[in-house]
């Protein structure tokens, strides 16, 4: 757990370097926690979801708790889904995960209509892209730190 | 074996339920007590300026090394023009006794019109672009120096944004070059009332709505004018440098260049005024 916390916080510092690129930026530590999720499935990655959530909204001045919301509803799936998702290779798994990504956005871009607010919804879908082309680096590379460190006791 | 996978999957639509009515909790008490979110000041100052302190080291020490491989030319050289701006100062100096007099003449008259740029704070910028696809900055004073949110926030020039969000030791700008941000303004010639919106693809401002039939010409100073109390009145944002008449349409576009440019300047001033 400590391990899966410390790459949350790798997350962090990776996200805050391109701060500047706004939405356009890949969701880091989105991704890092869907890893997780189908590395090690258990009930706890959805708690895991909603503290990275909360840090994202804090990071960028968003209302806080709208991302973690979606960031939560996306992990559940994942976990529901993980038996299928494991059995595919990186380019599939990019593939779906971009179309999940994507889905969640509108959803973000909706519940900002309900609040009565402004997000840039351009930079939002090319994110998305974005997000989705940067999983085959974060997959390699967590999965060499889960190797290494022997976490879950299987390999 | 099936039972066991059951109600794993129960506890987790449980918990799944759980935490979306904790997000939609916490956006619903975000939106309605904005003002007093300790939450996000606390994780701000605790995890996240640190990070952001170490996040932003290597660009600044790359920085820091380029400045200090300077020559001994560069330096020589940057001591004549100083020595060059020295005296053009002291030719200067000389009218100050002239001048002093009409100033302290002119004061009296504006102690009465406006007595409220009394304390300012100076700020320095330590990041830009802080809020997502905004033009915004970050400062390095916060609700340590009473910082408030929608403080005014000016350069030397004129007129940089307001204060949008206050931590204990940082707090962030957003620039009146937003596309979100509207200034409450007037022509300084002619004293009409106008709103200022940002254009944040090119850093200028746009006057929106401005009628066909009201007069303004390129050159013109546009200042704040302190309408809806949220920005201190007569403060120079900038100069008008073009306007397109479009003779179908009721509205004629007029754009602003800013006097002061975020992208130049290290230090900002803060107003502290009480109001």
Same mark, same amino acid.
């Given at each position: 757990m400590l391990i899966i916390l410390i790459t949350i916080i790798l997350g962090l510092f990776i996200s805050l370097i391109t701060l500047p690129l706004g939405y356009y930026a890949p969701e880091w530590m989105l991704l890092i926690v869907i890893y997780w999720a189908i590395a090690l499935p258990s009930n706890n990655k959805l708690f895991l979801a909603f503290l990275t959530g909360i840090i994202v909204d804090i990071v960028y001045g968003q209302v806080l708790g709208i991302s973690s919301l979606f960031y939560v509803l996306l992990v559940y799936i994942i976990l529901r889904l993980y038996n299928s998702l494991r059995y595919m290779t990186i380019a599939q798994q990019a593939v779906v995960l971009f179309i999940f990504i994507f889905l969640k956005q509108h959803l973000l871009v909706w519940a900002y209509f309900i609040i009565d607010r402004n997000i840039d919804y351009q930079a939002l879908l090319v994110g998305s892209i974005v997000t989705a082309s940067i999983w085959p680096l974060i997959y390699y590379t967590l999965r060499f730190i889960r190797r290494k460190f022997n976490i879950g006791g299987i390999n | 074996m099936s039972t066991t996978l059951f109600k794993h999957s129960v506890t987790n639509f449980y918990l799944l339920l759980f935490f979306i009515g904790l997000s939609v909790s916490s956006v619903v008490l975000d939106i309605k007590y904005s003002n007093s979110n300790y939450i996000r000041i606390i994780i701000n100052d605790f995890l996240i300026t640190p990070i952001q302190y170490l996040a932003s080291t290597p660009s600044t020490f790359f920085s820091k090394f380029v400045e200090e491989k300077k020559t001994v030319d560069q330096l020589k050289q940057k001591i004549e023009e100083l020595e060059k701006q020295n005296t053009a100062m002291k030719i200067n100096l000389q009218r100050i006794d002239v001048l002093e007099n009409e100033v302290s003449r002119l004061r009296s008259i504006k102690s009465q019109m406006d007595n409220n740029l009394k304390n300012i704070k100076i700020a320095q910028i330590?990041?830009?672009?802080? $809020?997502?696809n905004k033009k915004s900055v970050q400062i390095n004073i916060g609700s340590n120096y009473k910082t408030r949110v929608g403080q005014t926030v000016m350069g030397v020039n004129g007129l940089l944004g307001q204060v949008v969000e206050v931590n204990v030791y940082s707090s962030k700008v957003l620039l009146i070059?937003?596309?979100d941000s509207n200034v409450p303004a007037k $022509?300084?010639?002619?004293?009409q009332q106008i709103i200022i919106k940002g254009r944040s693809q090119d850093n200028l401002l746009e006057v929106s709505f401005?009628?066909?039939d009201s007069e303004v010409e390129s050159g013109d100073l546009i200042i704040t004018s302190g309408q809806a109390n949220r920005f201190i009145p007569s403060l120079k944002i900038g100069r008008v440098v073009e306007v397109i008449r479009n003779?179908?349409?009721r509205f004629s576009q007029v754009i602003i260049k800013p006097l002061e440019d975020a992208d130049k300047v290290s230090e900002v001033i803060l107003s502290a005024d009480e109001r």
């Open positions: - | 330590t990041q830009k672009d802080v $809020i997502p070059t937003d596309n $022509i300084a010639r002619t004293g401005f009628p066909n003779e179908g349409e």
